[in-house]
């Protein structure tokens, strides 16, 4: 687990309130949306009136009664066009989807294009069971971290292991923001020009408080075809983590019935797609609610800007989500990674402040420094307003040492040792006379810290190789 996650669950419990705690813990360094319990909490307690079938069996993907009502919502909000319910299948959370469609799409090895600077789940979310290797996409705070097909086809050029599949998201975690149409497109002429696959991450789609219109890429592309996939959850856009249901939208039969067939593992509780039905069956509410929590991320974004402003700090503007980048390069003792780490650490134990790091947003080591802000600057967290405007800074190497003892075996690709009580994956070894050379390590930080022989193949006797007539697009499922 990443310090800075291990920290906020050692805290939260000793969180601030302006009466009883004022000095206590604000945690702003976890993805979710907690200004709009007060309009959810008196509609959710009206969606109870379960259905005899939401209490029994049915299909793991998501009930059709309740895929029905979604498509429905997906088509008339962001998607903008009709959806097939037979188009969808619902998860307990976007992780799962992306896990699940990863281990569909890829073979063991296989790696992945994921542009920098990005979400840090998305290491654990492919690398741990799945067992891919993540290849970054290394683009520059100088423009932006604007994507561009040249430095897609870089990556691709470097990548020493197959690679069919980019995991693309937008609007951008963690930059907050919104791509226009034409670059989006831009991207998905790439992909489809290299058979390539595209996993779209969506899942910000409907917190955009900034100027620019989101545009789906089910819009762009009315025909999907067989390479385009789409990742929405409740999670963001509606402020319910801890619901776990995630979706995933995609015309291509063959990897909709590899997750009917691994959905029994990943599936929604019928309470659970009861309660949603109910509630996105209410046209008129929904769209006041999608309304107001626009106003109040724009709202929040505003008051944390403001405080940024007057202290001179700098940041790059976002448009949507809760979070956006600040550069702490002059609050920071030195130009590394460990100076933003102490700073980061001077942050949570004087201030009882916890940003995300910039470290745990995979990124090329360059000298802009950056670190994550969550917005939750409502009327309540004012401390957390004045904090921040003290010191913004932050990150810490995940990784931990790379010159490590640890356990391998010459019969895989990806082993898995601990440094300084990190778990690592290991790829891109080789035995030598002198012992073993590792070439590359990332953090896997759903393991629990303690040496492990290797990864398990998780696919084992029971996968098989799945073709589609290109050597990019092979898909692996579980059979019985």
């Not at 962001?78 to 976007?94: M, S, Y």
């Not at 992780?95 to 294009?113: A, I, K, T």
């Not at 789609?205 to 067989?226: C, H, I, N, W, Y």
Request: charged fraction near 25%; include cysteine.
């Amino acid at each position: 687990m990443a310090e800075y996650i291990r920290r906020h669950f050692e805290h939260q419990d000793d969180g601030w309130d302006p009466t009883t705690n004022p000095d206590g813990y604000i945690g702003l360094c976890v993805a979710e949306n907690k200004l709009v319990w007060d309009l959810l909490e008196p509609r959710m307690a009206e969606c109870r009136d379960l259905e005899h079938y939401s209490i029994g069996y049915n299909s793991m993907v998501g009930s059709m009664q309740f895929r029905a009502e979604l498509a429905e919502f997906l088509g008339r909000t962001f998607i903008g066009r009709k959806v097939d319910p037979e188009n969808l299948a619902v998860l307990n959370g976007a992780g799962s989807v992306l896990e699940m469609v990863f281990y569909v799409l890829c073979n063991p090895g296989d790696g992945v294009l994921v542009p920098t600077a990005s979400y840090t789940g998305f290491w654990a979310d492919l690398e741990t069971r799945d067992e891919l290797q993540i290849i970054p996409v290394h683009c520059s705070s100088e423009d932006g971290f604007k994507l561009t097909p040249e430095l897609l086809d870089a990556a691709l050029d470097g990548a020493d292991r197959p690679v069919n599949v980019l995991l693309y998201t937008n609007p951008s975690n963690p930059l907050g923001v919104v791509y226009q149409p034409e670059e989006v497109e831009e991207v998905l002429a790439w992909a489809h020009s290299k058979g390539i696959h595209v996993v779209l991450d969506e899942i910000y789609a409907l917190s955009v408080f900034g100027e620019t219109q989101f545009t789906s890429g089910a819009k762009l592309r009315p025909d999907m075809g067989d390479l385009l996939h789409i990742v929405w959850a409740f999670s963001k856009d509606f402020g319910m983590s801890g619901l776990r249901a995630g979706v995933l939208f995609t015309e291509n039969e063959r990897v909709l019935q590899a997750v009917d067939t691994l959905a029994y593992w990943a599936a929604v509780s019928g309470d659970t797609q009861s309660l949603l039905m109910q509630l996105l069956a209410d046209e008129d509410w929904v769209d006041r609610y999608l309304a107001e929590n626009k106003r109040r991320l724009a709202t929040a974004y505003r008051r944390v800007t403001e405080v940024l402003d007057a202290h001179g700090v700098r940041y790059i503007p976002a448009e949507a989500a809760f979070f956006f980048l600040v550069d702490v390069r002059p609050l920071m003792d030195d130009n590394t990674w460990d100076a933003e780490h102490r700073l980061w650490d001077r942050l949570v134990t004087d201030l009882r402040l916890n940003l995300t790091p910039g470290a745990a947003c995979p990124q090329r080591r360059t000298r802009f420094h950056e670190a994550r802000v969550q917005l939750r600057a409502n009327r309540r967290c004012r401390r957390g307003r004045q904090a921040v405007g003290q010191v913004c800074g932050i990150a810490t190497d995940l990784a931990g040492s790379r010159d490590v003892p640890g356990y391998a075996t010459d019969r895989r690709r990806q082993v898995v040792v601990v440094a300084n009580q990190n778990p690592l994956i290991l790829s891109g070894w080789r035995r030598s006379t002198e012992g073993w050379n590792i070439f590359s390590a990332s953090p896997c930080w759903s393991l629990r810290a303690r040496p492990t022989k290797r990864c398990r193949n998780l696919h084992g006797q029971y996968q098989r190789v799945i073709s589609t007539g290109s050597p990019h697009t092979r898909m692996s499922t579980v059979v019985g």
